[in-house]
């Protein structure tokens, strides 16, 4: 099992949104970026958990938790040209982009802000403290943790 950060704009799709989802499941779709595309399909796996994190708002945080459901496989909507993330480069024998799913596990107790990650010098290794603009980065285990309890999560996520 690995931890991840998946970023998503909340006003474009959020926690709540997956929570609402058939299954509290939904494909995580339109990454467009090569090294966050190599994630999704080389190193995300099935049990995953993924720390979910609303972006580009005035008070960007972690607000809740999901896990993977389903491991990477191509992305229908770089084929579909009436989809927001076409790719006229994508093909059914090269599909270039990758999903995968994510299923709504909990919102945390308190949101951790960007700025009380910033703040604690424990965190000061993950790539988002560091000014990755990557929509899905790896966490450590131990920066996981240091999360959830920052969230009000002290026995961690259900089912774990």
Request: hydrophobic residues 40%; glycine residues 6%; negative net charge.
């Amino acid at each position: 099992m690995a931890y991840w950060l998946f970023k998503t704009e909340p006003g474009c799709f959020s926690i709540d949104d997956l929570k609402k989802r058939p299954a509290m499941t939904e494909p995580w779709d339109g990454v467009r970026n090569f090294q966050a595309r190599n994630f999704l399909r080389d190193q995300v796996g099935v049990g995953d958990r993924v720390l979910f994190y609303h972006s580009n708002i005035a008070e960007p945080a972690v607000v809740g938790l999901a896990e993977v459901v389903r491991a990477g496989y191509p992305d229908a909507t770089a084929l579909d040209p009436n989809a927001e993330h076409f790719d006229p480069k994508a093909s059914v024998d090269n599909p270039i982009w990758y999903v995968v799913d994510l299923r709504y596990v909990e919102h945390l107790q308190k949101i951790v802000t960007l700025e009380r990650i910033k703040q604690n010098h424990l965190l000061a290794d993950m790539p988002l403290v560091k000014r990755s603009r990557l929509s899905i980065q790896p966490v450590t285990e131990y920066e996981w943790r240091i999360i959830l309890t920052m969230g009000g999560m002290v026995e961690g996520m259900k089912g774990q």
